[in-house]
């Protein structure tokens, strides 16, 4: 079997430098890849319905605002969920107390 290696590309972006250094204290005090961390966020984001992303996109949030809107999307989901959930069990429930001849 040949040695396959894995191809990167390379993000070249511009960060706030708070927010630049807010990231490299945590990765660094954590003992984590720099590399790692970028890619586990931007995986993340690739991952993110394009309506979550817009509104996690808006750059006039500050840090509070922007958890709590994060918060604010993992409680809708979670409901959403939740009521998906009940729907699913109530109509399994329906088809098992429904005789079949």
Do not use: C, Y
Not at 41 to 55: E, S, T
Request: hydrophobic residues 40%; proline residues 4%.
């Amino acid at each position: 079997m040949p040695n396959q290696e894995k191809s990167s590309e390379t993000l070249s972006v511009d960060i706030d430098p708070e927010i630049f250094a807010q990231l490299q204290s945590q990765w660094k005090a954590r003992g984590q890849i720099r590399n790692r961390a970028v890619q586990a966020a931007v995986k993340l984001w690739v991952g993110l319905p394009v309506d979550l992303q817009a509104r996690l996109i808006d750059q006039s949030l500050d840090a509070d605002n922007f958890i709590e809107l994060v918060q604010q999307i993992v409680d809708e989901r979670i409901a959403k969920g939740f009521v998906d959930g009940e729907k699913f069990l109530a109509k399994r429930q329906r088809h098992k107390t429904t005789p079949t001849d």
